[in-house]
């Protein structure tokens, strides 16, 4: 059996002002984000983790910083971890196009996993490729506990289906900055520990 620690990175400017933040922009983390990543630091470094893992882009590793000092474990990244493209949205306020996203939204319920933000990519388009990714690096690891540092919408994607609800579910899926969750894993099954532990984080930002 494995344990696998599943992190959202900590807070940018974009998630401050409710901004779509998706693959296509490589944002760093700000003050809070910076102070939220040294808070899953102090709880983690408790943990045997030998590996860590981050998507691509800088959040995740800057998020993921503060442990990887405090432990020195081997550290990997891929694209394949990276957040949900979001095509035409990257960068748009959340509140200026809140009905194209309820009907995005609805969409998804409705069982239209297959459909895609223009320009960017559908949820199940993403869970094949970081799902894909995670078994790949569970199977392929001698480390038994492997901490992935990772993003909003990837999380909700991964965990819909790990945990048994299906995409259609994804939304039900509760996170924030900073956020913990703790599975396990064995013969390519998932199990829960904990989902969305935020008792180490003095604020909770969403």
């Not at 296509?24 to 984000?33: C, L, P, R």
């Not at 990257?90 to 309820?102: L, Q, T």
Request: glycine share 8%; net charge negative.
């Amino acid at each position: 059996m494995k344990y696998v620690y599943i992190i959202r990175h900590g807070e940018t400017d974009n998630n401050k002002v409710h901004r779509f933040q998706g693959r296509g922009i490589d944002a760093s983390i700000n003050a809070k984000g910076l102070a939220q990543a040294e808070e899953v630091a102090s709880v983690l470094q408790e943990k045997p983790i030998t590996k860590v893992v981050t998507s691509s882009l800088v959040r995740t590793l800057e998020t993921a910083q503060p442990l990887i000092d405090q432990i020195n474990p081997v550290v990997e990244s891929y694209r394949d971890l990276d957040e949900m493209g979001f095509g035409d949205y990257e960068g748009s306020y959340i509140h200026e196009i809140k009905e194209e996203i309820d009907q995005l939204q609805q969409r998804w319920e409705a069982g239209d996993i297959d459909h895609s933000i223009k320009g960017g990519e559908s949820p199940k388009h993403v869970f094949d490729r970081a799902g894909k990714k995670m078994q790949e690096v569970l199977r392929e690891s001698d480390d038994e506990h492997i901490a992935f540092f990772l993003h909003g919408r990837l999380i909700r994607i991964l965990l819909s289906v790990f945990v048994g609800k299906g995409l259609v579910h994804m939304q039900e899926i509760e996170h924030c900055n900073g956020s913990i969750n703790y599975l396990t894993w064995e013969n390519d099954e998932f199990g829960v520990i904990e989902l969305d532990h935020r008792a180490h984080l003095s604020e909770v930002t969403v």
